[in-house]
């Protein structure tokens, strides 16, 4: 398998379980439950740049910086942001 071929894969997987993080994070909203959004914007943020996802990576460090501020609000309106800019 050509190396292009494996990062494609894994790039796939990333956009699979990106999706899924989304969800978990807008549940975890509706929950306030700030471990939850703590763990998961720290995932994101590892890795998104690392496929091609800059931005995503820019707002997931902010989502997880937000967890100390409390606010369900902030936090909702960068989950947002995350999935318009994994759409694009």
Known sequence: MKTEDSFE????LFETDLAEKI????TAICDANWETIG???????GTAESFGYPDITDVAVELE??????????SADLVKRISELFVL
């Open 9 to 12: 894969s894994l790039k796939t």
């Open 23 to 26: 969800r978990v994070l807008e």
């Open 39 to 45: 763990r998961v914007s720290h995932q994101i943020s």
């Open 65 to 74: 910086r937000s967890v100390g501020k409390r606010s369900l609000d902030y």
